[in-house]
């Protein structure tokens, strides 16, 4: 069993930038594909980054691109998402997810792919 838990989530304006945390609750695993979700009122949970941990090799949508980051401290089993450049679309519940594993899913993010959730922790971009 992993247990997710996120926090970092707030209120910014237009412009503005976030970290978000995701604490894992063990570090047994190795091989772990981990990723964040969000999901706005009324829309489908949309896959936004993505790293199997301990590679250099996130994922992105195009929607986060060149704004958004995904970061490991390996050390102390937290996944971060740093956000830049906050938009009012961005607006939404940002999750975070895992899946044991010696690979993450190839090329989109996918819901079904992973095993684990967090709570949520929601995001508010103003204009």
């Known amino acids: 069993q992993v247990r997710l838990v996120e926090s970092g989530g707030d209120s910014v304006e237009t412009g503005g930038s976030l970290r978000l945390s995701c604490t894992r609750s063990?570090?047994?695993?190795?091989?772990?594909?981990m990723a964040w979700f969000r999901q706005a009122p009324g829309k489908e949970r949309e896959g936004v980054a993505r790293v199997l941990i301990g590679s250099l090799n996130p994922y992105y949508a195009d929607s986060v691109k060149g704004r958004f980051t995904i970061s490991q401290d390996n050390a102390n089993n937290i996944l971060y998402l740093q956000m830049n450049d906050l938009k009012p679309e961005d607006t939404a519940t940002y999750y975070c997810?895992?899946?044991?594993?010696?690979?993450?899913?190839?090329?989109?993010?996918?819901?079904?792919?992973?095993?684990?959730w967090g709570q949520g922790t929601q995001v508010t971009v103003s204009s």
């Open positions: 997810a895992a899946r044991p594993s010696v690979y993450c899913e190839s090329k989109q993010i996918t819901m079904s792919w992973y095993e684990y």
């Open positions: 063990e570090g047994r695993y190795r091989n772990i594909c």
